[in-house]
């Protein structure tokens, strides 16, 4: 068995070599090419970005548009306390009991004929539409949701 790992060893290490060996082949070559385009064979390929530095001016230009943008922002803080009287709230808008009414019979009317179409007995609709008041035709739109009897 120790043969068998010596061999094993040997047969990588030749490898190794000959995987070196074309290697250094193929960087020769690389630098040969780089040489023909101009470029120095040990530079690398890209160099890193140029960082950007911004003068002193540029800051002292920005620096003063910033302290005048705090001072509109407390200015107008200042003007808003300064206000003994605060703005009374908007009331709130309430429906009329009729509007609300009529509201909610047209959605029971709508419910109605919904449930018509899922297949109720026009019967039973109707028992609800007398319960519920809504049989009376009504001019306008609202027609179309009625129910013939």
Aim: aromatic letters at 2%; proline letters at 5%.
């Amino acid at each position: 068995m120790a043969k068998h790992t010596n061999t094993d060893n040997s047969l990588l290490a030749m490898a190794l070599v000959g995987y070196e060996a074309a290697k250094a082949k193929i960087n020769a070559a690389i630098a040969e090419i780089q040489a023909r385009l101009g470029k120095s064979a040990g530079a690398p390929t890209q160099s890193a970005p140029k960082k950007r530095t911004m003068s002193a001016a540029g800051r002292k230009r920005i620096a003063a548009a910033q302290r005048k943008r705090w001072a509109a922002l407390k200015k107008g803080q200042a003007k808003g306390k300064s206000a003994a009287k605060p703005a009374a709230p908007k009331k709130k808008r309430k429906m009329s009991a009729a509007a609300r009414k009529r509201i909610g019979d047209a959605a029971r009317k709508r419910w109605l004929l919904n449930a018509r179409l899922a297949g109720r007995r026009p019967s039973q609709l109707r028992r609800r539409l007398r319960r519920l008041q809504l049989a009376q035709p009504r001019k306008g739109p609202a027609q179309a949701f009625i129910l013939p009897t």
